[in-house]
């Protein structure tokens, strides 16, 4: 049976309705709220869903004229001073119902996660190309597991470069970065990161000198043809709930404290300049781990490559950091926190940069006239969720 309006009480002291639904639980709206949330053709437009009425003339303590349950409980009806109506689907005032015990709400669409360790190598979520292209479900279900998880392996791509760049389109588009939208990743003699050679690379995340650093990372192995040149991934997220229960206070002082870091390319001549990312300089400050405003971990900021020799912080707090943030890395290095993955060409590591950190081990060519080559890119989380949203809402879920 669908849930109706039972009844509606007034609070005039707080200014906010008490309404009690057919199934007893009891919702609170405060006045000026429920003025200022309109959805008549006058205060909503509902073809862009954007509000029209102007803040300006919303008297923060209205007190409304009248109010009725109408159409069998499923509408409130609240007449304004001003002689306006206004409309409410009971439907509409549960979806946007307040917290009684903040926080309460949780976007669907960023959590829950499940942490994990070394146990991911048997569970890694799994998906073809062909299937994301091809279906909106498969779609969500892939960005379903990267929020959940971090890190999901997509198989049976191209072996062509810019395939992620199809991908990056199928979900809204890719990050552009100075590097490009994609990056050809192969072993260079002149370079202007460690990530264009074959070299170990710690593990880290990419391009936290940015002020927002990329979401998603998608790793295409075009070709496979290296002795070693493993990836590693390990969920930060993870080894950070074992650190804040190990070590408060080193928890605490990774949040605390910023973290400077910086990213240039100036080349000694410039007029010989090839490429964007031989010509920039970016420079930012973040804690290594960063909090939403509950509480709960919002990214991590680590990367020991692009980690400023200058940290802007009281200097009696330095050793303690320091403290800390060994300790993190050697939870972020141990093998009962890391996964390693080695790619075959035609297959996408996908992995998310604000929670997993990424390594690599070194690698040599196994065939002359060979290469390892793999292209990377970003999606911003935003694009991601967005796209997650709009295939829930054509499936029939209301937009919120």
Known sequence: MATVLSSIERNEANRMYHITLSDKSVLRFPYVWLRDNCRCADCFDPSSRYRTCRVIKLDADIIPVSEEIANDGKTLQIKWPELHTSCYPVSWLVQMRFSESAPEWIDPFRYPKHLWGA?????IPTFQFDDIMNSDQTLYDWLQAMVTYGFSIIKKAPT???TIDKLGNRVFFLKQTHYGKVSQVISQADYTSLGFTNKSLVLH???PYMEHSPGIELLHCVQQSAIGGDNQFTDVFNCAEKLKQSHPEYYKILTM????????GVPKDKDKVTHNYDDHHFRSRKPTLELLPDGRLKAINHSDLTRAPYFRVPVDQVQLWYKAYTSLNALMNSPENMIQVKLDSGEIACFDNQRLAHGRTAYKIAEAGKSRHMESGY????????RMRVIRERQGEDPV
């Open 119 to 123: 146990e991911m190598k048997d569970m």
């Open 160 to 162: 062509e470069c810019n």
């Open 205 to 207: 995340v990419d391009l």
């Open 257 to 264: 404290l910023l973290v400077d870091f910086t990213d240039w």
């Open 379 to 386: 999606i911003d989380w935003d694009q991601a969720t967005s």
